[in-house]
């Protein structure tokens, strides 16, 4: 089934401790993005992959790393997070970066205490 | 700015009722605006594009750029219905097409 998978789906962390969430595509797609999506602001864009080894800020970026070394994968590294990470993470996929389809993952909810 | 504005955070209205959700842009160029929907417990996935000007699930919207609109609509709303319902456009900018998000409008269906 050609599906974008996240993992973990739910994690719950403490300030500083280093954590990846992982996303995973099957789909052959060049673009790939993470998203935030919190309470009254939608989703925000933190950072995109337009090919392997091609990647680019958001326009919430802060705090987050990337990186891109496989066409499936795109995962999202908070190297010391803080409480105002917390919130609702999306992965998406979508064919090229011309296109606004975009297909997502399942979302991953994460807690920073 | 490019920028996407639904300006309510939740529409409730009984089966059978006419549904309108609204979407304003703002946006320099010409436009591609988008339909996502997000039913519970599911992934967010397109509903419908202007530039397709077809009709999913009984849902239409067409694009004024008089009004820089882009509101949603079904004649007749069904319980299954009820979704995070997001309005997106496209802006091109750094050689690529970016994808700016609404702050998304709940639609409750009660029967």
């Known amino acids: 089934e050609a599906q974008v998978t996240q993992n973990p789906r739910y994690l719950i962390t403490v300030t500083g401790k280093k954590l990846t969430v992982t996303c995973s595509q099957n789909?052959?797609?060049?673009?790939m993005s993470w998203y935030r999506q919190d309470p009254g602001l939608g989703l925000r864009q933190i950072y995109y992959s337009m090919n392997v080894e091609v990647t680019d800020k958001g326009d919430v970026p802060e705090g987050y790393k990337v990186s891109r070394k496989e066409k499936r994968n795109f995962p999202l590294i908070l190297e010391s997070p803080s409480p105002n990470q917390t919130s609702l993470y999306f992965c998406?996929?979508?064919?090229?970066?011309?296109?606004?389809?975009?297909?997502f993952g399942e979302g991953s909810r994460l807690t920073v205490l | 700015a490019q920028r996407v504005t639904q300006p309510e955070k939740l529409l409730s209205v009984f089966k059978g009722a006419p549904v309108e959700l609204k979407c304003n842009y703002s946006y320099s160029g010409s436009p591609e605006l988008f339909w996502y929907v997000q039913y519970s417990r599911q992934r967010l996935q397109l509903l419908l594009r202007?530039?397709s000007r077809e009709s999913i699930k009984g849902f239409t919207a067409d694009l004024n750029k008089g009004e820089t609109s882009f509101h949603l609509k079904k004649p007749f709303a069904q319980e299954e219905d009820s979704a995070m319902y997001y309005c997106?456009?496209?802006?091109?900018?750094?050689?690529?097409?970016?994808?700016?998000f609404g702050a998304g409008t709940r639609l409750a269906v009660h029967p």
């Open positions: 998406a996929s979508s064919l090229n970066s011309y296109t606004g389809e975009l297909f």
């Open positions: 202007h530039i």
């Open positions: 789909m052959n797609h060049e673009y």
């Open positions: 997106a456009l496209t802006s091109f900018s750094g050689g690529y097409n970016k994808l700016i």
